[in-house]
Each structure stands twice: as structure tokens, then as C-alpha cells.
């Protein structure tokens, strides 16, 4: 690669590691590596151009910053979840408006088709669960299933499937995102399907109002799994000027703590499936209350509050 192009390809990176302060050591220690890893591409191919002394400059600064900074003035476990995790988010909002994407129309596609062929919600989620579904309907109650087991035993089962389901989406994204595709489109699918046996059945509004008291959380959490697994796909697919194991650890690294980041959210979307869906008995208010306060916190969690956290780190950095 000619210098001219390599300076233009990286440019705004190194421009924005001079003015943006990082979110984490973790962070930090990154853009030492890719600095490095730059500095020794200039080293090797415009061993005597100011680019090259211009990366080692900035290596040096970014080496010195690692340990003035050793120390952290906040609880490691507080930052996480305040700066670290949501300032992820912003650098990753592309992928996860593709799994937001593909989920969707996988969605549709599971309502269209079984809005044409009768066979295909049987197909989708068996004959046992509409069967004993349309028993259930038969004697007036209809989401009779969330009362099938015991508070505890539902909770804990419901929440470890659900974490299987999200690494499940994540770790297929090692085969170059296509299984997180895949992951994402099923999933889509069935709830597509789902949704529409109920619509099919006069009582789309009793059911929305039912299951999305834990599915807002639970399936805004899966797609945000597919988000995770497509971060490690990509970096094997694009590794742009770094080694193509290099660029993966640091997808997978990334994408790890995504997965980990989810973890608090399936225990909640658990523990109101387990303990609260069941009454269905519950007023309309404090159903749909649950449901938008599920959806505000995941908006602005995720995209919201870490378009804020960005802003303010760019505008916070003095003018050169």
C-alpha cells in the first residue's frame, strides 16, 4: 500500500485517539495494540516518513497514558455498566440495527406464512404446544402455559435457556456471522408464527398484553445477542489493516462482553416470566406498564444513552 493511501485509510482513527478520551482501560489498551500494529506496518514500508514518527509519538503518549492511568477512581464493576459497556454500544449500533433488521423481517415472514399455509404454525412450534394451546383457549384461559409450573422452577429454567439461546447467537458468529444470521432468522420466524396462531385466534391484544411483559426484555435481549455475534463475525470477515486474528480476538473480545452485559437483563426477563406473566388476571395499566417501561429502558440503554456518552467525550475534548 502506497503511504499516501495508508495515512488516508487511517487517518480519522488516529486523529480521534489524540481527542477522544477512552472509555476503559480495556479500551485503551486496544488502541495501543492497533497503534503498534500501525506504527510497525510504517516501520516496515515508510521506515523514514513523518507518518512513521508520527505513530511513534503517538504509541508513546498512548503507552504512558496505560500506566498514569493504572488506577481506576471507580469501582471496575459501577464503570462497566455506566461508561464501558453503553460506549461498546455506540462503536457497534450498525451491527446491531442488522440483527434488529433481520430479526424483523424474519418476523413477518413467519406471520405471512402462517397466514397462507395452516400446517406451518404446527410446523414451527409443534403440535403439542398448539394443541394444548387451543385446549387452553377452549376453557377461557388462554395463557394458562405461564401457570403450568412453579414460580422458582420457571425462573431458573426460563433464564438459563434464554443465556443459552444468546451465546448460541454469539458463538455462531465465529462462522463468518452466518450462524448469527441464521440464529436470528429462526428465532424471527417462530415469533412471527406465534404472534399471528393468537391473531388467528381473536386474541392478539390478550396475548401481546401477556407475553411482552417479559418478552420486551427478552427478545430486545436476543437481538442484541445477534448484535454480539456479528461483531465477531465481521471482525473476521473485515479485519481492515490488522491481522485477521488479531482483528477476531478483538471482535470476540468485544463481543464477549456484550453477551456478559446481557446477562442482568435475561435474570429480569426470567423472573417476570417466571413470577409475573402468570397473572393474567393483572390490571391492563400495570401490564402495559411493565411493557413500555421494559421498551424505555432498552432504547435508551442502548442507543440512546450511548449516542449521549459519545457526544459528550467528543465535545468534551479541548480544540487543537
Known amino acids: 500500500m502506497r503511504e499516501a493511501a495508508f495515512i488516508r485509510k487511517n487517518k480519522l482513527k488516529w486523529k480521534s485517539y489524540q481527542t477522544q478520551k477512552p472509555s476503559s482501560p480495556d479500551e485503551l489498551a486496544d488502541r495501543f495494540i492497533e497503534l503498534t500494529d500501525d506504527l510497525a506496518y510504517a516501520r516496515t514500508f ?19 497514558a496505560i500506566y498514569k492511568n493504572k488506577k481506576e477512581t471507580q469501582n471496575r464493576f459501577v464503570h462497566f455498566w455506566k461508561y464501558e459497556l453503553p460506549y461498546l454500544f455506540r462503536q457497534h449500533h450498525r451491527q446491531l440495527f442488522y440483527a434488529f433488521l433481520i430479526f424483523a423481517v424474519a418476523a413477518g415472514i413467519g406471520a405471512l406464512s402462517a397466514a397462507l399455509d395452516d400446517t406451518f404454525v404446527r410446523l414451527i412450534l409443534g403440535d403439542r404446544y398448539v394443541n394444548m394451546t387451543l385446549e387452553n383457549i377452549r376453557n377461557g384461559d388462554p395463557m394458562a402455559v405461564y401457570k ?42 417462530m415469533l412471527g408464527a406465534f404472534q399471528y396462531f393468537f391473531y388467528k385466534q381473536g386474541l392478539l391484544v ?80 400495570l401490564s402495559l406498564f411493565i411493557i413500555l417501561a421494559s421498551a424505555a429502558f432498552i432504547v435508551y440503554y442502548f442507543i440512546i444513552y450511548p449516542r449521549s456518552l459519545h457526544s459528550n467525550h467528543v465535545t468534551d475534548q479541548p480544540e487543537n
Not at 515508510?46 to 504512558?64: I, K, R
Request: with cysteine.
Open 46 to 64: 515508510y521506515p523514514e516518513s513523518d507518518s512513521t514518527a508520527y505513530l511513534n509519538n503517538l504509541a508513546g503518549h498512548t503507552h504512558q
Open 148 to 189: 403450568g409450573h412453579g414460580e422458582a422452577e420457571m425462573f431458573l429454567f426460563i433464564t438459563f435457556n434464554n443465556i443459552k439461546v444468546s451465546f448460541l447467537a454469539f458463538v455462531l458468529g465465529v462462522f463468518f456471522s452466518v450462524g448469527t444470521f441464521w440464529v436470528m432468522f429462526q428465532n424471527g420466524v
Open 206 to 285: 390478550t396475548s401481546m398484553l401477556t407475553i411482552w411483559i417479559h418478552g420486551t426484555l427478552e427478545i430486545s435481549a436476543i437481538v442484541i445477542a445477534g448484535c454480539a455475534g456479528f461483531v465477531m463475525g465481521n471482525s473476521l470477515l473485515f479485519p481492515k489493516t490488522y491481522s485477521r486474528l488479531h482483528s477476531f480476538k478483538q471482535g470476540a473480545r468485544q463481543g464477549l462482553k456484550i453477551v456478559v452485559g446481557l446477562v442482568p437483563i435475561f435474570i429480569t426477563a426470567g423472573f417476570l416470566e417466571g413470577f409475573v406473566t402468570r397473572h393474567t388476571e393483572m390490571p391492563v395499566a
